[in-house]
């Protein structure tokens, strides 16, 4: 069963932006916000040489990665082809304009 | 239960190149909203035509020339049928029947038939053993015939003739040209050329019979072709006659229902038949009154189509200039334009004829209008753009023949021509792709633009410096297939049409403030565009209306949003300013103390004469950079397309050498240009005398002080191409300095296009024009120096209002207990 956590409110993420949430384990979490406010959780790593998905361009339902430009699906976390790999993601919602995490 | 909506049916008749690429920019740019069929004639998937050739010199198979597997049509839900003729197209029913009875509704139909080789109207054109050159059939008829008999007569010495006749050849076949025409290649070389493309080929073994009629072919006793007579008499014998006299549009099954047709099918500039619920591509067209029959022409068009098709209604094919390599390994030829000069055109030739190397390049008021090559093709490319672009050769006339110089093209170790690479030699340093790499993914993938080899093997696609040779092996493995776009008319990216000349006008003709306005007015295909184009746009709408559209962090790259350099490891780097390179004990102290407190683990001096502190963690960013602005220093901005730094040297202050006090110069023009936005990053350089120990000769503006003045260089480049500053004039004062050099960055910052250097921008324009505008037009470079000042005059330190605005957010994790 998934453990439901709140994380901050949807204002606080940026529209076609992120926010990091730090564990204590596991690594990052990268919280991205669409332009129709939907909510997406994914590792904060990308495939390709890990680097920081949460500060990369937020476009559609993907993220570009800021240090090589691979672009990453925020749903399926894929890579989108013809890059091949993937990253993993986490369930999240949004009630009452309030975001959570199942960690 | 309700049923899924009915999606409108497309019909696709000719499953070849140019209706199957159609089909697959309009399932790019629209997937799902047609039910798709394609009947195709031959019994194959869709494949590469132009490949044949290799496939015939044995040097490809007809499985590695396939373009579309029978599961891409599986996958995208289009129901094939080959092997199937269409007989009749009904418009009032809107339906295609086919030769065996099939019959298929639509509510758009494509056609894309093709074209059919040209059959000499002789006697003995229909026997055994004479075949036109057009498809697999043809292809491995000609390699039975090569491996059962001995003489092969080709009639046409054109580009197919000439590939059918080497790929005979090398299959044992003693094969003679029969040719009309005067020199080979008539159509797209010069007679100089043309002869020595001619030798070339006799010393591979081929022979020649040029202007020479043919009369008729004669049967011999198996029934089959033995000879062939010309006019005059002589005969010579031939088991196989390949007709490749040409090609006819196939546009019958069109013209007899009804649709208009003039030696082709007549289409507007959308693709549209005189039935507009019927649209045609490919060779079977005639457009403007010209039938195509190269392949990148039929892209451009597939482009048009499928946009249109899909509904946009954006986009119109208005002709292509095309260019042409032969497909015999071995053979370097290129032509493009108007080869052959006319009456109110120049010529610059070049002639070894024992080096075996020859170009002519054909210009019309001061612009590349036509050229040959033959024996050195490394620069067709270049040419190519550059008459595509119309671009003004004035400034560079006196070295044009001898190509774009690639002197100080770094990266790859001065290797400059495709040609002569190894397979295994090293094109992209920066992401390690081979040239044999890039070749197998052109032939494996079917890749025909730049953009899609840089998608697939990663080649190009950081620094870019070794673009122009991708794209020359591009035009080497390809041939006349590769036809680089426009640049401006070249697409910004994947979710628009447009160029980025076309969006940057629009922002300004049309007053948009925001990039939904301008998403919206230029129908942009996704909802909020990609990390290419947003960054591109909000550059343009920010530099075009500086007060009036607001800044949108989120279309920044992460740096211009964190006011930092992001390093592989996710930490940034933070270099606050040192106006002019110089600094002060307490700054020093102030850096020292950050260093100290931020546990910083590297400390860098940098090449703009600043201090970089590397490895700083983002939610560091915001304290760290309180304490340097307390210390009174503001961000380097070098993270930035922006102005970075001016270099400077100790001049005339301490200078035994000095001519001008090069550090205040400098630090004045720093000031002026402080937070100043452009399309790429910006540098400069002042020095205070010719020993120019500020290496301002590769800055985008060098300054370098005289003993009457300075003289101000401008278009230098120190990073991925050394490229030497050019010379743009000489003033007298410190205020001219400024206004001169500021009015060249403004008329940069209207017109550079985004991520373009000034390098570029200026290879693109020409020095005349830059002159026209800055030194010519006194007004003018007062009024683009205004607007600089104006654009800047309320210039803030974004360390400073970064940590007093909403932005803050971004750099404090969010922390999850466990």
């Known amino acids: ?103 | 239960m309700s049923n899924p909506p009915v999606k409108p049916r497309l019909v696709l008749i000719g499953n070849g190149m140019a209706g199957v690429r159609t089909v697959e920019e309009l399932l790019k740019i629209k997937p799902d909203h047609y039910d798709i069929t394609i009947f195709g004639a031959e019994p194959h998937p869709n494949y590469n035509r132009i490949l044949l050739s290799p496939v015939l010199a044995g040097e490809m198979t007809i499985q590695e020339i396939v373009l579309n597997e029978l599961d891409w049509y599986k996958e995208n839900n289009i129901k094939l049928h080959t092997g199937k003729q269409i007989k009749t197209i009904d418009r009032v029913k809107r339906k295609v029947i086919a030769e065996d009875g099939t019959e298929e509704d639509y509510d758009r139909l494509l056609i894309a038939t093709g074209s059919t080789p040209f059959m000499l109207p002789i006697p003995g054109n229909d026997l055994p053993g004479v075949i036109g050159y057009r498809d697999i059939k043809d292809t491995d008829e000609m390699i039975e015939a090569a491996r059962l008999h001995k003489h092969a007569v080709v009639i046409g010495g054109g580009l197919l003739g000439l590939e059918a006749a080497n790929g005979l050849k090398l299959r044992g076949m003693d094969v003679t040209v029969v040719h009309l025409g005067p020199w080979l290649l008539e159509r797209q070389l010069d007679e100089i050329a043309g002869k020595m493309l001619q030798k070339s080929l006799e010393d591979k073994g081929l022979k020649f019979l040029l202007e020479t009629q043919t009369e008729a072919l004669i049967q011999g006793e198996s029934g089959r072709v033995a000879a062939i007579r010309f006019k005059g008499g002589m005969q010579i014998p031939a088991d196989l006659v390949v007709m490749a006299a040409g090609i006819r549009p196939n546009y019958s099954l069109a013209e007899s229902s009804g649709i208009y047709c003039n030696r082709g099918i007549v289409v507007n500039d959308t693709m549209q038949t005189y039935d507009p619920k019927v649209y045609a591509v490919g060779e079977c067209v005639s457009h403007r009154g010209i039938a195509y029959g190269l392949v990148a022409p039929l892209f451009e068009q597939a482009k048009v189509a499928a946009n249109h098709l899909a509904g946009y209604g954006i986009g119109r094919y208005t002709g292509s200039v095309t260019s042409t390599k032969l497909k015999v390994t071995g053979i370097d030829l290129f032509s493009a334009g108007e080869y052959m000069g006319g009456k109110d055109t120049e010529e610059i030739v070049l002639n070894d004829p024992h080096g075996g190397v020859y170009k002519k390049l054909v210009i019309k008021d001061n612009k590349l209008v036509g050229g040959v090559m033959y024996g050195d093709t490394a620069d067709g490319p270049w040419y190519f753009q550059l008459l595509k672009d119309k671009r003004d050769i004035h400034d560079i006339r006196d070295s044009l023949i001898f190509g774009q110089s690639l002197v100080g093209d770094v990266g790859h170790a001065g290797k400059s021509k495709a040609a002569e690479m190894a397979d295994n030699a090293e094109v992209c340093g920066c992401n390690g792709v081979t040239k044999g790499a890039i070749v197998q993914a052109i032939k494996a993938k079917g890749l025909f633009t730049l953009d899609e080899v840089k998608k697939h093997t990663k080649a190009a696609s950081s620094c870019g410096s070794c673009a122009g040779l991708v794209e020359q092996i591009l035009a080497s493995t390809i041939g006349g297939a590769y036809t680089p776009a426009a640049l401006d008319t070249k697409p910004m990216c994947a979710c628009t049409d447009h160029s980025h000349k076309v969006v940057r006008e629009a922002i300004v003709a049309k007053n948009l403030t925001s990039k939904e306005a301008v998403f919206a007015e230029m129908q942009w295909k996704t909802p909020n565009g990609c990390d290419k184009c947003r960054p591109a746009v909000n550059y343009y709408l920010i530099s075009s209306h500086p007060h009036a559209a607001k800044d949108d962090p989120q279309s920044r790259f992460i740096n211009e949003r964190a006011h930092a350099n992001i390093q592989k490891d996710g930490t940034y780097s933070v270099v606050p300013r040192m106006w002019g390179g110089l600094t002060t004990p307490d700054e020093l102290r102030a850096i020292a103390d950050a260093a100290e407190k931020y546990k910083v683990p590297t400390v860098k001096v940098t090449g703009g004469q600043r201090i970089d502190l590397l490895g700083v963690k983002k939610e560091d960013l915001p304290a760290m950079w309180a304490d340097l602005n307390a210390a009174g220093m503001v961000s380097g901005h070098a993270y930035g397309k922006s102005i970075r730094t001016v270099k400077t040297c100790v001049g005339a202050e301490h200078c035994r050498f000095g001519t001008q006090k090069s550090m205040t110069m400098g630090i004045k023009l720093e000031k002026m240009l402080f937070d100043m936005y452009s399309p790429h990053k910006v540098k400069l350089a002042v020095s205070g005398c010719p020993r120019n120990c500020a290496e301002a000769g590769i800055k985008d503006v060098g300054v370098i002080g005289v003993d009457s003045g300075y003289e101000l260089y401008i278009g230098g480049n120190g990073g991925i191409k050394t490229e030497v500053a050019q010379f743009l004039c000489k003033v007298t004062s410190d205020e001219e300095v400024m206004e001169y050099s500021g009015a060249f960055l403004q008329l940069y910052r209207e017109e550079g296009w985004y991520l373009e250097r000034t390098c570029h921008y200026m290879e693109r324009v020409g020095l005349d024009y830059i002159k026209g505008k800055i030194l010519e037009d006194e007004e003018g470079r007062k009024a683009y120096y205004f607007r600089l000042l104006d654009s800047l005059k309320d210039a803030k330190d974004p360390w400073a209002t970064s940590r007093e605005e909403q932005p803050i957010k971004q750099f404090i994790p969010i922390k999850l207990e466990a």
């Open chain 1, 1 to 103: 069963m998934s453990n439901w956590k709140l994380i901050c409110k949807l204002d606080d993420i940026p529209q076609l932006g992120s926010r990091v949430v730090q564990r204590v384990t596991g690594g990052d979490i990268a919280i991205f916000r669409n332009a129709e406010d939907e909510v997406f959780a994914l590792h904060d790593k990308c495939p390709h040489k890990a680097g920081p998905l949460s500060q990369g361009i937020v476009h559609g339902r993907k993220v570009t990665c800021p240090l090589h430009g691979w672009n990453i699906g925020l749903e399926d976390g894929q890579a989108v082809a013809p890059d091949v790999g993937s990253c993993s993601k986490f369930d999240v919602k949004v009630e009452n304009g309030e975001v959570y995490l199942a960690v």
